[in-house]
């Protein structure tokens, strides 16, 4: 069958309105900016601002983030006052989460990947005292991390202050009985933690701290985990609660990072609420990801940029075939 010059003319315009349509401004199913948390530790700035960019150009919608920390999140996700809280590490709010999901107004809606958590040295530590293997043996060693401003004591570095593991970091650090020899030092801010313990690291200082991973530091340090008691399922839940009467020291767990949205949310936006159920990311892309984060000192969306052009595999997992088109086309 052949075309005559006005018929092919009327099929190309008719293939341009298809085009044009399949390329067409998505309608976002929501009317008003979609409210992120915005904890301020890598992984979660970075997989924020991926879930965004997704969200604007793949379905259209206008997105904002809140800076937060875990608990206040928790409570305005609670509210209605966040949409989505992207990264929620299940034991170090495992009482608060418990509390908030019988409420009924948060849904758990994705499991992100597993992370882990531990109090460590460096291993040049580890190799000038190879009597410190565990953190019940820190009190014999308090003078080779002494606090410049108790100098009687040791400093151990927890938690960023407002964060759900600070909580846990400071139970724990109760039930060793450490409060005699160290002081539990808390950093206002995920990046002056970071900051103070590059700076030891790279001076060969002796420093003993929490810390969670993945994590662009865990990646780029050589450190040694102190061991803990075993792990104990009670235990470490009375060490998730702020009000923990008589703390026991338990072991870490494997840590289940997760999504968590406002109910009220997921039956506003339900076809978002399933985009944000699908998204996971294997440990070893994160580690990947966190350390080009590292190594090459961009920020949260920059990142989040190489990762959509980088990590098309993980991603395109997450949404239909015309939200990755849209997304790929605006990179």
């Known amino acids: 069958m052949r075309f005559t010059p006005l018929k092919a003319l009327a099929a190309t315009a008719l293939f341009t309105v298809f085009a044009g349509a399949a390329h067409a401004a998505p309608q976002c199913e929501i009317k008003r900016p979609v409210k992120f948390g915005g904890m301020n530790w890598e992984s979660n700035l970075v997989l924020v601002d991926v879930e965004r960019f997704i969200m ?4 259209g919608c206008k997105t904002e983030v809140l800076p937060t920390e875990t608990l206040p999140a928790l409570a305005a996700l609670e509210r209605g006052d966040l949409d989505v809280n992207t990264e929620i590490w299940l034991n170090s709010v495992a009482a608060p989460w418990e509390k908030a999901e019988k409420t009924g107004k948060v849904k758990r809606v994705g499991d992100v990947y597993l992370g882990g958590e531990a109090w460590f040295i460096p291993r ?4 000038r005292y190879p009597e410190l293997k565990s953190a019940a043996d820190l009190p014999k060693f308090k003078d080779k991390f002494k606090d410049p401003e ?3 004591k040791g400093r151990f570095y927890g938690c960023p202050a407002g964060w759900g593991c600070e909580v846990t970091s400071t139970n724990l650090f109760h039930a060793l009985k450490l409060d005699d020899s160290f002081t539990l030092y808390s950093p206002g801010t995920g990046a002056a933690q970071k900051a103070a313990l590059m700076s030891a690291y790279k001076r060969k200082q002796d420093v003993v701290f929490y810390y969670w991973y993945p994590t662009p530091l865990v990646g780029a340090m050589d450190l040694v985990k102190l061991e803990l008691p075993p792990y104990d ?3 470490h839940k009375c060490l998730t609660a702020p009000k923990c009467d008589n703390p026991q020291p338990s072991a870490y ?4 990072v997760f999504t968590a949205v406002s109910t009220a ?3 506003e936006a339900p076809q978002l609420t399933g985009f944000l159920s699908k998204v996971a990311v294997p440990r070893e892309q994160m580690d990947e990801t966190l350390a080009h984060m590292e190594s090459s000192g961009d920020d949260s969306a920059d990142v989040a940029q190489w990762f959509l052009k980088n990590k098309a595999d993980v991603w395109k997992k997450w949404v239909p075939a015309d939200v990755a088109t849209r997304v790929e086309a605006s990179l």
């Open 233 to 235: 399922a009670e235990k």
């Open 265 to 267: 949310f997921s039956q």
């Open 150 to 152: 108790e100098p009687g």
């Open 253 to 256: 767990p494997d840590n289940p």
């Open 124 to 127: 040049y530590t580890a190799e």
């Open 56 to 59: 604007e150009k793949g379905y």
